[in-house]
């Protein structure tokens, strides 16, 4: 049975049968091949249109899509890594180095609440500092009158004590010796009247006494004189102060030791023989006779140097005088350095040492030698 209508060809089956044929004549000639894939590939394109180009753009669209979804997830997970990372090893290691820096920092750098304070705040400081030193200005004053009120009373208890000391000194003050007991009725009777004088005046009146035995001693160690150690000698030998005789015993053998080796004069000083001979032809103290040298030492107004070196020039007198003048001069003489040269001359003549002043050796000696 036949198809009762014809076939007609269309232009896709014209084009089917153009690309079948060359593609036979490719088989058949080998230079025709290149021309009849071309033909083949013209005829897809008019066959299919732009159906390749679509596909195409869509899926280079879905694979941008998912690259960078991709870069996004692992981007995340990287932060994500990151982050733990660093909470969990590198911020606790920071912390233990970072924190003595940043409280140092903290301690040196102000913080706001160090800043200056409002204008109410300044006016408020100013009149506490200016009351503040107000009050200080009157603690200052009454400081002040406090220590002239002490320092005067200081001055009127040592002029007390001075006077207590005093008075006590005097013999016609001193209380007067008890009054025997009679039984005879109306035998007049006066009360025995007694210093009242508390332990604490009594330490002042001690320590008055000990001061002034220390200026003696001083005295004579600083001027060389022989009376502030004749004074301390009363104190070792009054029989009414037993409580200063060590004391003064004390400050008298600092006194004697000082001028034993203290060095007052000039070892090279020499007797200016044309003031003392005015009016004679000496010109060298080695041609002043010895009872010129007797004569200057007995003088005490000459100067103490005078009669240092005169000791000294004694050495060799063959006067038998001379001792005597010597011994006097250690007893007498107002200078101590004088009375320790003439002890030294003295020793070195008779060949005998002494204790330095010690005047009654020195005496019981010397009427020994007379006998």
């Known amino acids: 049975m036949s198809d009762p209508l014809p076939h007609?060809?269309?232009?896709?089956?014209?084009?089917?049968?153009?690309?079948?044929?060359?593609?036979?004549?490719?088989?058949?000639?080998?230079?025709?091949?290149?021309?009849?894939?071309?033909?083949?590939?013209?005829?897809?394109?008019?066959?299919?249109?732009?159906?390749?180009?679509?596909?195409?753009?869509?899926?280079?669209?879905?694979?941008?899509?998912?690259?960078?979804?991709?870069?996004?997830?692992?981007?995340?997970?990287l932060l994500f890594i990151g982050s733990?990372?660093?909470?969990?090893?590198?911020?606790?290691?920071?912390?233990?180095?970072?924190?003595?820096?940043?409280?140092?920092a903290s301690a040196s750098v102000p913080t706001p609440a160090a800043s200056p304070a409002p204008a109410s705040s300044d006016t408020k400081l100013r009149e506490e500092l200016a009351k503040s030193a107000e009050h200080i200005a009157a603690l200052e004053k009454q400081v002040d009158v406090m220590r002239r009120e002490q320092l005067l009373m200081q001055q009127s208890t040592r002029e007390s004590l001075e006077n207590i000391s005093a008075t006590l000194k005097i013999p016609e003050l001193a209380p007067a010796s008890k009054a025997p007991v009679t039984d005879q009725p109306g035998t007049p009777r006066m009360a025995d009247v007694k210093p009242q004088v508390t332990p604490t005046q009594e330490e002042f009146i001690l320590l008055k006494e000990r001061n002034r035995l220390t200026q003696y001693a001083d005295e004579a160690i600083a001027t060389g004189m022989r009376r502030p150690v004749?004074?301390?000698?009363?104190?070792?030998?009054?029989?009414?102060?037993?409580?200063?005789?060590?004391?003064?015993?004390?400050?008298?053998?600092?006194a004697i030791r000082a001028v034993q080796l203290l060095q007052r004069e000039d070892p090279g000083y020499r007797l200016p023989v044309a003031e003392l001979f005015k009016d004679s032809s000496i010109r060298d103290e080695a041609d002043v006779p010895p009872a010129a040298l007797l004569k200057l030492l007995a003088d005490y107004k000459l100067s103490w140097e005078v009669r240092v070196r005169v000791c000294f020039l004694l050495l060799g007198s063959p006067l038998p005088e001379t001792n005597a003048q010597l011994i006097k001069s250690i007893k007498e003489d107002p200078s101590l350095d004088v009375a320790k040269h003439a002890q030294l001359a003295l020793e070195q003549r008779v060949k005998k040492r002494f204790r330095l002043f010690d005047i009654p050796a020195i005496e019981e000696w010397f009427k020994s030698q007379g006998k």
């Open 8 to 77: 007609s060809s269309s232009p896709d089956t014209d084009a089917e049968d153009d690309a079948e044929a060359a593609l036979l004549f490719a088989r058949c000639s080998p230079a025709t091949a290149d021309a009849a894939a071309k033909a083949k590939s013209t005829s897809g394109f008019h066959k299919e249109g732009n159906q390749p180009n679509l596909s195409r753009s869509h899926l280079t669209y879905r694979h941008l899509v998912i690259s960078l979804s991709t870069s996004l997830i692992i981007g995340l997970l």
């Open 84 to 104: 733990w990372l660093y909470l969990e090893k590198i911020e606790p290691r920071l912390s233990a180095f970072t924190t003595p820096v940043s409280t140092a």
């Open 230 to 254: 004749e004074v301390l000698v009363e104190y070792m030998r009054d029989p009414q102060l037993p409580h200063l005789h060590d004391a003064a015993q004390a400050e008298y053998l600092r």
